[in-house]
């Protein structure tokens, strides 16, 4: 099921519209806090949108379909096969379909700042592989509120209870139960960009966004 819903969220982000350059790839820092005009807090997350390289257009009269592929972030020479050397030693790869090659305007070598990408006030969607918190119980993973912790009840507070009938002796699909938690894709929708630092190529985002310091982060303009 989760693998369904990862390629589902993944094809989702290819057939992505990238008209006007509203993408960019950048990784998670750390989360502060802002102050709007009546002094009220809220919570933003400073991503590290550095500039991200156009490593190859791709059109479809040569590929089959219209995409940029864009790179971002650095790595050592030596963990760089043969294969990907002439595009540079970047860490991260990612392509964008469109299905207008004209409305995205990019040549391949082309570099995308963050204020390039995004202004303040813009609505952008973001997705990034959530933090792995292995194998976890039903309240943790799906909120269970637990058994009662009276009438006979010793060492089932926590159980998951009952997980099928009795006449058909089975466990139906889709059974909520305990097992691995976090570590996929997420997406999360319609956050504002509150601020942009050119100078440490920073993009504030308002609100919380999946992963740990250091994640890599897909943003996309709404």
Known sequence: MFARLELHLFLYALQFLVSKMKFILATKEYMTQIF??????????VLNAGPNTVTQVKTEEKDGYNAVQVAFG????????KAQRPKGLFRYFREYRSKNIEDMAVTEGAVINVDDAFAVGDKIMVSGIAKAKGHQGVIKRHHFAGGPRTH?????ERSPGSIGGGLRSRVPKGMK???RTGGRLVSVKNLTVVGINKEKN???VEGAIPGRTGTLIEVRGL
Do not use: F, S, Y
Not at 36 to 45: C, F, I, K, L, S
């Open 152 to 156: 006979g009840q010793k060492h089932n």
């Open 202 to 204: 920073q993009l504030i």
């Open 36 to 45: 709007d005009e009546e002094g009220r807090v809220h919570p933003a997350t």
């Open 177 to 179: 139960m305990g097992g």
């Open 74 to 81: 650095e790595r050592k020479e030596g963990r760089v096969n």
